[in-house]
């Protein structure tokens, strides 16, 4: 696996089976520095790195290998939630709403729950049986549920295979406000 900046161009060079000279009357760089590149023994500068880049056609994060860096204030650490469901929190916890991505792959619909707050989900993948006092239904991907959580409630996959939901709960009450219209007139 390449590590440096000078081995993933020399991988990328030899995957696109180009030689020094042909890379080098396609970017305009000189032989002997890409050569020096390759082998790490120039430092690679922006003003080298892009037209390698678009050459490649990779992105200047592939070409260097930078980590992927994700929102900070963001801890995606997935938990195991009851029933054996998995959380990523979306969101950090303080504050009046949470998001969450939950993977749920039991089939099994357990006792209807009651608690504060109102909870709003879109399936992302799968199927979800949800349960509402004495309603039941089945949400397939791409639609959505929202319900206030102090009526009975409770969800599971609808046929054993993993879903995939993307909720978002407000403990106090609080309801997520969606625009599906404009606001009607006088």
């Known amino acids: ?28 760089i000189s032989k002997s520095t890409l050569s020096r590149l390759e082998t790490d023994q120039r430092k690679p500068t922006l003003e080298l790195l ?16 930078a980590p ?20 990523i929190p979306l969101t950090r916890s303080i504050g009046p709403l949470q998001a969450w991505k939950m993977i749920i792959k039991d089939p099994v619909l357990h006792e209807p729950r009651v608690h504060e707050g109102y909870e709003w989900f879109y399936v992302l993948s799968g199927r979800i049986r949800l349960r509402l006092g004495d309603k039941e239904v089945v949400l397939r991907a791409g639609e ?38 404009p606001p009607k007139g006088p």
Request: overall charge negative; charged content about 25%; glycine content about 8%.
């Open 1 to 28: 696996m390449a590590t440096t900046v000078g081995q993933r161009l020399a991988a990328l060079r030899a995957e696109h089976d180009l030689t020094l000279a042909a890379l080098s009357e396609m970017t305009g």
């Open 68 to 87: 992927e860096v994700g929102d900070p204030r963001v801890v995606m650490k997935p938990r195991e939630l009851a029933h054996g469901r998995v959380g």
């Open 50 to 65: 892009l037209p390698l880049s678009r050459t490649y056609q990779v992105s200047l994060d592939d070409l260097v290998g």
């Open 144 to 181: 959505v549920a929202e319900f206030d959580c102090r009526q009975p409630h409770s969800f599971s996959s609808a046929d054993g295979n993993p879903a995939e939901i993307i909720s978002l709960f407000g403990k106090q009450g609080e309801r997520i406000h969606t625009r599906a219209a």
